[in-house]
Every structure is written in structure tokens, then in C-alpha cells.
């Protein structure tokens, strides 16, 4: 029975290890194609383009427009007038960073300060910086990238024992290569409201108190009752115009955000933002963009009682930039079904593909390479077999940088393994 047992788990990790590799190999080097005959979405300045080319060269976009000619042997991909987007983007998320939510080894993007000093030692750690445990190999980055997401944003999460200045995080190309991240896209993410009352001393007041002191703290250089003095130098860099996502809802607290950001000059985000209509006037006035679930309509608790379905199209007229997270690593790709629950509730079709691609380009700064279907970006492209914001549609084909990415993953490879015809052995010998 033992040797069962042995043999059985080794059979599943061999199975295991084999899916993923089968998964996860990828061309290496940069490929030269012409797109030919597509609806392109530039989600630029030049919109739609009905029947149109896109050449790539050495993974770049070289030139966007009908009638483009292809330089001697560069392939011809027929677009037979699907439609083409930038790949999307995934959202705040952990992919590379979570593999398993219920194995605490695979789970990288979360700080418990409680399992190493006392709770009451340097409780705010701004230097926890996610990037350095960012694994592009990760099954979960494999699932959504064949479905079109491109590039995430990692975004530290606060937990019980932690702190609520949750850390840093950088965009990250999801194209299965150790790049690192992207430069210029680094943003502190800070929790406020009821979710993080457990690490304020119970009381939103004190989570003003604690970040004024932690500010006082890194503007002198002194001190080291709230942070370390890597601490102190973390939260100094941002203290001079750097990108701080604040991870609220309730319209109040964003006031406060705004008020609190402008006095001490950051670049501010909303994150969540389930009541950000309701401020949408100030937040136009400070140039602050929100990063939303457009899904997020019930009053879920005290901080979204007025959560509604219309956010995305409300702070769009107002003229709010507008961009789609829901915090879900596994399912980032289910980002542009958000997208599309926006559009049935008023937000143009448009904005809501920009909100998928070049407004989070450039929110976090990264829009003179990704985002938009133009001369000089990256070519990080999906052809798809009909309406993107269309939860039955699906990826044709993935471009990552001009490589042509294998159409499979992990789930694709199960799919197929348990939908085939049993044969002459029961499916649990396939």
C-alpha cells in the first residue's frame, strides 16, 4: 500500500511538472510578422482601423495602416477581419507571486510582521518590495497569458500582523522571460478604510494618525518608532512625487486621499473606488485615476453602501481616467468580461478597451511601451475570434513581443486530456 501510495504521488508530480512544462515553453527570440486584414483596435489616436496591417519588426511595431507592404520574408498573418488589440491588461494581482492561495510556500506577496518581531516593532514597512519574488515560470501566469492578459501590475497585499503600508510593487510583461519589471512603474500600495482598521489601532483616524507620524519619520530622517530606516528611505522617495496606490472605497476616505496626497505631494491612484462617483468632480480637479470592478455594486459592507454598476460610466463623463482591477490573480482574465459588464451600463466600448490597455500604460508609466497598437511599441498583440469585451470570445492567436505564443496552458492541456474519448482505458490512465 505504502509503495502505492509512493508511486501514485510520483506519477501526479511527473504529470504535474510535464503539463507545465508543456505549458510554459515559449519561443526565445523576437519575431518579424505582418498582420494583414485585421479590425485594429490602436486604442490610440488613430482608433479603429477597419482592414488594416500592423508590421513587426524585432518584436517592435514598425508601421500601422492598410496596404502595408512585407519586407522580403517576413511572414503574413491573415487577419481575415478579426479583431486586434494590445494585450490586456491584468489588473493589481499577485500572478507570479501566488500560485496556490492555500500553500502558505507558494504565497509571496503578503508581509505577517507578527511571525518576526513584536507587533509593536517598526509596524509600517514600506520596503517590503514584492518584485524580487516574482516568478514568471508560474502556471498561473501561463492560464492567463493564453487568454490574452500581456502585463500586471503586483500589487503587495496587507494582512493580519502586517501592515497597511502594504509595500511596493512594479508592472511586470508577463512573457515568461526573467526581464524584471518594467522601469518607471513602481507604485507603494497603502490600504485605508475598514479593511485595514485591524492594523490602525481600530479607527480611520489613526491610519491618518500613523501615516502623518510614518511621513514626519522619513522627511527627517530620525526616529525609528513606526519604520526601519530602509523604511524611512523608502517612504523619502515617494515623498518626492513618486506613485502611491491607495486601495480604498468609501467616498469620504477618498476625500481624504486626495487631501492628504496633495499636502505632501504624491501621485496618487484609487484602487477599489466602489463609491469614487460620488467624488468624481474632485477627483477630475486632481487628475487622480481609479482603478475599478465594474461588478462591485452591492453594499458588500459600510465602506461601498453606494456601489453601483454605473461607476465606470459616471466618472468617464466626468472625466475621470478609468481603468479595471478586481484583485483576482487567478481569474486576471476575466478583467475584460468587467470591462464589458461597463459598457452594458453606459460606458463607451472604446473607453472601456482603453481601460483595459492604454489608461493603466499610463497610470503607472509605462505607456511609451505597452498599451496602445502604434510605431514603437512592443508587440504585444491578441487576435481574436470576435467582440474582446465578449465573454465567449477567445484569443486566435497571442503575440508576446512579436513571438507567437503556443495557444496552451495548463487548463487548455486538461481540458483536452479529459474531453478526448475514453478509449480502451478509463480516463484516469490518460
Same mark, same amino acid.
Given at each position: 500500500?505504502?509503495?502505492?501510495?509512493?508511486?501514485?504521488?510520483?506519477?501526479?508530480?511527473?504529470?504535474?511538472?510535464?503539463?507545465?512544462?508543456?505549458?510554459?515553453?515559449?519561443?526565445?527570440?523576437?519575431?518579424?510578422? /505582418?498582420?494583414? *486584414?485585421?479590425?485594429?483596435?490602436?486604442? %490610440?489616436?488613430?482608433?479603429?482601423?477597419?482592414?488594416?496591417?500592423?508590421?513587426?519588426?524585432?518584436?517592435?511595431?514598425?508601421?500601422?495602416?492598410?496596404?502595408?507592404?512585407?519586407?522580403?520574408?517576413?511572414?503574413?498573418?491573415?487577419?481575415?477581419?478579426?479583431?486586434?488589440?494590445?494585450?490586456?491588461?491584468?489588473?493589481? =494581482?499577485?500572478?507570479?507571486? +501566488? +500560485?496556490?492561495?492555500? +500553500?502558505?510556500?507558494?504565497?509571496?506577496?503578503?508581509?505577517?510582521?507578527?511571525?518576526?518581531?513584536?507587533?509593536?516593532?517598526? #509596524?509600517?514597512?514600506?520596503?517590503?518590495?514584492?518584485?524580487?519574488?516574482?516568478?514568471p515560470d508560474s502556471l498561473v501566469v501561463g492560464v492567463n497569458r493564453v487568454e490574452g492578459?500581456? $502585463? =500586471?501590475?503586483?500589487? #503587495?497585499?496587507?494582512?493580519? !500582523? !502586517?501592515?497597511?503600508?502594504?509595500?511596493?510593487?512594479?508592472?511586470?510583461?508577463?512573457?515568461?522571460?526573467?526581464?524584471?519589471?518594467?522601469?518607471?512603474?513602481?507604485?507603494?500600495?497603502?490600504?485605508?478604510?475598514?479593511?485595514?482598521?485591524?492594523?490602525?489601532? %481600530?479607527?480611520?483616524?489613526?491610519? $491618518?494618525?500613523?501615516?502623518?507620524?510614518?511621513?514626519?519619520?522619513? @522627511?527627517?530622517?530620525?526616529?525609528?518608532?513606526?519604520?526601519? @530606516?530602509? !523604511?524611512?528611505?523608502?517612504?523619502?522617495?515617494? /515623498?518626492?512625487?513618486?506613485?502611491?496606490?491607495?486601495? &480604498?472605497?468609501?467616498?469620504?476616505?477618498?476625500?481624504?486621499?486626495?487631501?492628504?496626497?496633495?499636502?505632501?505631494?504624491?501621485?496618487?491612484?484609487?484602487?477599489?473606488?466602489?463609491?469614487? $462617483?460620488?467624488?468624481?468632480? +474632485?477627483?477630475?480637479?486632481?487628475?487622480?485615476?481609479?482603478?475599478?470592478?465594474?461588478?462591485?455594486?452591492?453594499?458588500?459592507?459600510?465602506?461601498?453602501?453606494?456601489?453601483?454598476?454605473?461607476?465606470?460610466?459616471?466618472?468617464?463623463?466626468?472625466? &475621470?481616467? &478609468?481603468?479595471?482591477?478586481? %484583485?483576482?490573480?487567478?481569474?486576471?482574465?476575466?478583467?475584460?468580461?468587467?470591462?464589458?459588464?461597463?459598457?452594458?451600463? !453606459?460606458?463607451? $466600448?472604446?473607453?472601456?478597451?482603453?481601460? /483595459?490597455?492604454?489608461? #493603466?500604460?499610463?497610470?503607472?508609466? &509605462?505607456?511609451?511601451?505597452? *498599451?496602445?497598437?502604434?510605431?514603437?511599441?512592443?508587440?504585444?498583440?491578441?487576435?481574436?475570434?470576435?467582440?474582446? /469585451?465578449?465573454?465567449t470570445t477567445l484569443p486566435v492567436q497571442v503575440w508576446s513581443g512579436g513571438v507567437a505564443?503556443?495557444?496552451?496552458?495548463?487548463?487548455?492541456?486538461? @481540458?483536452?486530456?479529459?474531453?478526448?474519448?475514453?478509449?480502451?482505458? #478509463?480516463?484516469?490512465?490518460?
Amino acid at each position: 500500500m505504502i509503495r502505492h501510495r509512493i508511486a501514485s504521488k510520483r506519477f501526479l508530480a511527473a504529470a504535474f511538472a510535464g503539463l507545465a512544462a508543456a505549458a510554459l515553453a515559449l519561443p526565445a527570440a523576437a519575431q518579424d510578422l /505582418l498582420i494583414r *486584414g485585421a479590425t485594429v483596435h490602436t486604442a %490610440g489616436a488613430q482608433g479603429t482601423l477597419q482592414d488594416a496591417d500592423v508590421l513587426v519588426q524585432g518584436g517592435v511595431i514598425r508601421a500601422v495602416g492598410p496596404g502595408l507592404s512585407a519586407p522580403a520574408g517576413i511572414p503574413v498573418v491573415d487577419g481575415k477581419g478579426r479583431q486586434l488589440t494590445p494585450g490586456f491588461f491584468g489588473g493589481l =494581482t499577485a500572478l507570479g507571486l +501566488e +500560485e496556490v492561495s492555500g +500553500e502558505p510556500s507558494t504565497v509571496d506577496h503578503r508581509l505577517a510582521l507578527g511571525s518576526m518581531a513584536p507587533p509593536d516593532a517598526h #509596524p509600517l514597512r514600506p520596503e517590503f518590495d514584492v518584485d524580487v519574488a516574482f516568478d514568471p515560470d508560474s502556471l498561473v501566469v501561463g492560464v492567463n497569458r493564453v487568454e490574452g492578459v500581456a $502585463w =500586471t501590475v503586483l500589487s #503587495p497585499a496587507s494582512v493580519s !500582523g !502586517g501592515s497597511f503600508i502594504a509595500g511596493q510593487g512594479s508592472a511586470m510583461r508577463l512573457d515568461g522571460r526573467f526581464d524584471g519589471p518594467l522601469a518607471n512603474s513602481r507604485s507603494l500600495h497603502v490600504n485605508l478604510g475598514g479593511d485595514a482598521l485591524a492594523m490602525s489601532g %481600530g479607527s480611520r483616524a489613526g491610519q $491618518w494618525m500613523l501615516l502623518e507620524q510614518a511621513i514626519a519619520e522619513a @522627511r527627517s530622517g530620525v526616529g525609528d518608532d513606526l519604520l526601519t @530606516r530602509a !523604511g524611512r528611505s523608502t517612504l523619502a522617495r515617494y /515623498l518626492a512625487g513618486g506613485r502611491v496606490v491607495f486601495h &480604498v472605497d468609501r467616498a469620504a476616505d477618498i476625500r481624504q486621499v486626495l487631501v492628504f496626497a496633495r499636502r505632501h505631494g504624491l501621485k496618487a491612484v484609487i484602487s477599489g473606488g466602489a463609491e469614487a $462617483w460620488r467624488v468624481a468632480a +474632485e477627483l477630475k480637479a486632481a487628475d487622480v485615476p481609479v482603478l475599478l470592478d465594474a461588478l462591485d455594486n452591492l453594499p458588500r459592507d459600510f465602506d461601498a453602501l453606494n456601489a453601483t454598476l454605473e461607476n465606470a460610466a459616471r466618472l468617464h463623463r466626468a472625466g &475621470v481616467r &478609468v481603468a479595471f482591477s478586481n %484583485g483576482d490573480t487567478h481569474n486576471a482574465r476575466r478583467l475584460r468580461q468587467i470591462a464589458g459588464v461597463a459598457v452594458a451600463n !453606459g460606458l463607451p $466600448w472604446g473607453a472601456a478597451l482603453a481601460g /483595459l490597455t492604454s489608461v #493603466p500604460a499610463q497610470v503607472f508609466g &509605462v505607456d511609451d511601451r505597452i *498599451g496602445r497598437i502604434a510605431p514603437g511599441q512592443l508587440a504585444d498583440l491578441v487576435l481574436w475570434d470576435g467582440d474582446p /469585451l465578449e465573454v465567449t470570445t477567445l484569443p486566435v492567436q497571442v503575440w508576446s513581443g512579436g513571438v507567437a505564443l503556443p495557444m496552451r496552458s495548463r487548463q487548455t492541456l486538461l @481540458r483536452d486530456r479529459y474531453a478526448a474519448d475514453e478509449g480502451s482505458l #478509463p480516463r484516469a490512465y490518460h
